[in-house]
């Protein structure tokens, strides 16, 4: 089935333009502009939200700065200054659990954070400053490429994390993975602004008082822009937006990105919105001009292009959207964000080349989501031409090519590009096994033109899974695929999920069992279970699928539900056969390196001969005892 883009009435170019005009010549301004990209994500590289807005906002003339506010608060986590701020808190945590204890019995689990909060000393904090710089200064430099001492590296990360979570808890802070939590649903409105104000858990705020509001001081911006890519950033980025709306308040907030894409129907009735004064759907290139030149002229925003708003009289939508033309859009810039300062030992960019997927049927998908216009590309001159202007910019040589599915056919043109102009990088993307590409040549010269790993759209094993899903491929094409990559010498991933409404178990089954068969040719796994995302295909015509929606009225930012089937595995069922998977399946799957951009570059750096000595044994270390912050 393929993807509906009917999100608003669609407007040209031409009154784009002539909006744009029309701001300037009412008096707009130019403009200063912060933008910030919200923890918590890993600091490996950066997102390419920020770097994409800003050339178009300098492109206009408008002043922009761009803070990784992310990436900074890693730092500052890590940091000597930070950590003796951990043991300031510590009097201040155990006085709030001794409160606890005259109004009830603590928990077990209070009773022993009570107990570990008495080991966090001078000289306990001491020594994790000097471990904590040491493991950055590893991930930073050349030892990285030294497994054994970066796994001592991400050791410490955790180490460091689980002692801050014990004076923020019952929050609790990883890195890596990202699984912060700050103990309330990121799902219900009501519980993140109760997240806002608790001055306990929420770390955010101590984030903003260190990170966000002495840059807001010293530039004192007119617009605020922060992009959430995933729902977890809700908190920080609210806590964000509370805290200029209370110390700034003439700043105009506006918010973007996927998740608020995704909330678009939800968000002008949420409390939320009192935190803000803005929210740009779908793309923001020209959505966001448009907006500062707005402010800028004191204009109202009902004729800015994908955008929710409010004003006097109350929250408003556009009635417009805007596709960009990608070919009329400048590349990323990323002057004015610290690259260096990245949880890698080399710079890795991303860059994207098209806008939608090409193929754009998959049944469980709602990428299209982000959307208003189908797939879209840039020229392949352009793509190469901007390619090279990055790497000797910015003296970047691997990049992260972050289309959602690159296109058989430009992905050969692509390859042939880069050994053509002798571009000497190394890549990365994500794409669709096709028949199209099952040519022993093309994957030679794309491992000559630097691609080293790849993500690939897996799914299921089962063709029959498979043709429910429209995927459009066969299980003789991806052992092909498998088997010509590998050989090519180009690590494959292949990411799937269990439970696509109408698999049973015995297909689950058969699914692992094809991988196992090509455990040979197949170097990395990323599984899960199906999700009823609110805006996928199976979401929006359950009839056919034989699914059972339920939806909690007061889970009022839920991207995704709890359902039941006629046919197939239930949730349970498929939750069972994962965790099943998780226990026994291929040991060569086990990686020492779990972290996306670390497993590229090591390929890049030896190739996949390295294998061997990336996948997981049991690393045991002297003197090591288990602790509450181990446990954390």
Same mark, same amino acid.
């Given at each position: 089935?393929?993807?509906?883009?009917?999100?608003?009435?669609?407007?040209?170019?031409?009154?784009?333009?002539?909006?744009?005009?029309?701001?300037?010549?009412?008096?707009?301004?130019?403009?200063?502009?912060?933008?910030?990209?919200p923890?918590?994500?890993?600091?490996?590289?950066?997102?390419?939200?920020?770097?994409?807005?800003?050339?178009?906002?300098?492109?206009?003339?408008?002043?922009?700065?761009?803070?990784?506010?992310?990436?900074e608060?890693?730092?500052?986590?890590?940091?000597?200054?930070?950590?003796?701020?951990?043991?300031?808190?510590?009097?201040?945590?155990?006085?709030?659990?001794?409160k606890?204890?005259?109004?009830?019995?603590?928990? !077990?689990?209070?009773?022993?954070?009570?107990?570990?909060?008495?080991?966090?000393?001078?000289?306990?904090?001491?020594?994790?400053?000097?471990?904590?710089?040491?493991?950055?200064?590893?991930?930073?430099?050349?030892?990285f490429?030294?497994i054994?001492?970066?796994?001592?590296?991400?050791q410490v990360?955790?180490?460091?994390?689980?002692?801050?979570?014990?004076?923020?808890?019952?929050a609790?802070i990883?890195?890596?993975?990202?699984?912060?939590n700050?103990?309330?649903?990121?799902?219900?409105?009501?519980?993140i602004?109760?997240?806002?104000?608790? +001055?306990?858990? %929420?770390i955010?705020?101590?984030?903003?008082?260190q990170?966000?509001k002495?840059?807001?001081?010293?530039?004192?911006?007119?617009?605020?822009?922060?992009?959430?890519?995933?729902?977890?950033?809700?908190?920080?980025t609210?806590?964000?937006c509370?805290?200029?709306?209370?110390?700034?308040?003439?700043?105009?907030?506006?918010?973007?990105? %996927?998740?608020v894409?995704?909330?678009?129907?939800?968000?002008?009735?949420?409390?939320?919105?009192?935190?803000?004064?803005?929210?740009?759907?779908?793309?923001?290139?020209t959505?966001?001009?448009?907006?500062?030149?707005?402010?800028?002229?004191?204009?109202?925003?009902?004729?800015?292009?994908?955008?929710?708003?409010?004003?006097?009289?109350?929250?408003?939508?556009?009635?417009?959207?805007?596709? !960009?033309?990608?070919?009329?859009?400048?590349?990323?810039?990323?002057?004015?964000?610290?690259?260096?300062?990245?949880?890698?030992?080399?710079?890795?960019?991303?860059?994207?080349?098209?806008?939608?997927?090409?193929?754009?049927?998959?049944?469980?998908?709602?990428?299209?989501?982000?959307?208003?216009?189908?797939?879209?590309?840039?020229?392949?001159?352009?793509i190469?031409?901007?390619i090279?202007?990055?790497?000797?910019?910015?003296?970047?040589?691997?990049?992260?090519?972050?289309?959602?599915?690159?296109?058989?056919?430009?992905?050969?043109?692509?390859?042939?590009?880069?050994?053509?102009?002798?571009?000497?990088?190394?890549?990365?993307?994500?794409?669709?096994?096709?028949k199209?590409?099952?040519?022993d040549?093309?994957?030679?010269?794309?491992k000559?033109?630097?691609?080293?790993?790849?993500?690939?759209?897996?799914?299921?094993?089962?063709?029959?899974?498979?043709?429910?899903?429209?995927?459009a491929?066969?299980?003789?094409?991806?052992?092909?695929?498998?088997?010509?990559?590998?050989?090519?010498?180009?690590?494959?991933?292949c990411?799937?999920?269990?439970?696509?409404?109408? !698999?049973?178990?015995?297909?689950?089954?058969?699914?692992?069992?094809?991988?196992e068969?090509?455990? +040979?040719?197949?170097?990395?796994?990323?599984?899960?279970?199906?999700?009823?995302?609110?805006?996928n295909?199976?979401?929006?015509?359950p009839?056919?699928?034989?699914?059972?929606a339920?939806k909690?009225?007061?889970?009022?930012?839920?991207?995704?539900?709890?359902?039941?089937?006629?046919?197939?595995?239930s949730i349970?069922?498929? +939750?069972?056969v994962?965790?099943?998977?998780?226990?026994?399946?291929?040991?060569?799957?086990?990686?020492?390196?779990?972290i996306?951009?670390? %497993?590229?570059?090591?390929?890049?750096?030896?190739?996949?001969?390295?294998?061997?000595?990336?996948?997981?044994?049991?690393?045991?270390?002297?003197?090591?005892t288990?602790?509450l912050?181990?446990?954390?």
């Amino acid at each position: 089935m393929r993807i509906e883009y009917s999100k608003g009435n669609r407007t040209s170019k031409e009154l784009i333009l002539l909006n744009r005009q029309q701001f300037e010549a009412s008096g707009g301004r130019k403009m200063k502009v912060l933008l910030l990209f919200p923890p918590d994500w890993f600091p490996s590289e950066p997102y390419l939200s920020l770097p994409s807005l800003t050339a178009v906002l300098r492109q206009a003339g408008h002043t922009v700065i761009q803070k990784d506010i992310n990436l900074e608060m890693w730092d500052w986590y890590f940091s000597e200054d930070f950590l003796k701020k951990v043991l300031r808190r510590v009097p201040r945590q155990l006085d709030r659990l001794r409160k606890l204890s005259r109004s009830r019995e603590l928990s !077990e689990a209070e009773i022993e954070l009570q107990l570990a909060l008495c080991d966090i000393t001078h000289r306990k904090i001491d020594e994790l400053i000097k471990k904590a710089e040491k493991a950055k200064a590893i991930v930073r430099g050349e030892t990285f490429y030294d497994i054994g001492h970066l796994e001592l590296a991400i050791q410490v990360f955790r180490e460091v994390t689980s002692v801050i979570s014990m004076v923020y808890a019952p929050a609790r802070i990883c890195m890596p993975p990202m699984e912060t939590n700050l103990s309330y649903k990121v799902f219900v409105s009501s519980e993140i602004i109760d997240a806002v104000n608790d +001055e306990q858990v %929420n770390i955010y705020r101590d984030v903003f008082n260190q990170l966000v509001k002495p840059v807001i001081e010293a530039e004192q911006p007119d617009v605020i822009g922060i992009s959430i890519v995933l729902q977890q950033q809700m908190f920080s980025t609210m806590t964000f937006c509370a805290l200029v709306k209370q110390h700034f308040p003439h700043i105009h907030v506006t918010i973007g990105g %996927n998740t608020v894409t995704r909330l678009r129907d939800v968000l002008p009735q949420s409390p939320l919105f009192q935190y803000f004064d803005s929210a740009v759907v779908y793309e923001g290139e020209t959505a966001v001009v448009q907006l500062v030149s707005a402010v800028g002229a004191k204009r109202s925003l009902a004729e800015v292009p994908n955008t929710i708003y409010k004003d006097a009289t109350g929250i408003h939508a556009s009635a417009t959207s805007y596709a !960009e033309d990608l070919n009329s859009l400048p590349p990323p810039d990323f002057d004015g964000l610290p690259l260096d300062k990245y949880f890698v030992p080399t710079k890795i960019l991303p860059y994207l080349a098209t806008r939608g997927c090409y193929w754009g049927r998959c049944e469980f998908c709602d990428h299209g989501e982000g959307y208003t216009a189908g797939y879209r590309s840039k020229k392949i001159q352009d793509i190469l031409s901007e390619i090279t202007y990055l790497r000797d910019k910015y003296g970047a040589n691997h990049f992260h090519f972050t289309d959602e599915s690159y296109p058989p056919a430009l992905f050969r043109k692509l390859a042939k590009g880069l050994v053509d102009a002798k571009m000497g990088i190394f890549w990365t993307t994500h794409m669709r096994f096709e028949k199209s590409l099952l040519e022993d040549a093309v994957w030679q010269e794309a491992k000559e033109s630097g691609c080293r790993y790849l993500h690939f759209g897996y799914e299921s094993g089962v063709e029959r899974v498979l043709q429910l899903m429209d995927k459009a491929t066969t299980t003789e094409v991806m052992t092909k695929h498998l088997k010509l990559t590998a050989e090519a010498g180009i690590w494959n991933h292949c990411m799937g999920f269990f439970g696509f409404p109408g !698999e049973t178990k015995e297909e689950a089954w058969q699914s692992v069992q094809f991988l196992e068969q090509n455990k +040979e040719h197949v170097h990395s796994l990323g599984f899960g279970t199906f999700d009823l995302g609110r805006h996928n295909p199976v979401a929006k015509h359950p009839d056919k699928w034989g699914v059972t929606a339920y939806k909690n009225p007061e889970w009022d930012l839920a991207l995704d539900y709890y359902y039941t089937v006629k046919n197939g595995m239930s949730i349970e069922d498929a +939750e069972r056969v994962f965790q099943e998977f998780e226990r026994n399946h291929y040991a060569g799957w086990d990686l020492r390196l779990y972290i996306r951009e670390y %497993n590229f570059l090591y390929i890049c750096k030896f190739g996949l001969a390295k294998l061997p000595d990336m996948q997981y044994r049991a690393v045991k270390t002297a003197g090591v005892t288990t602790t509450l912050a181990g446990k954390m």
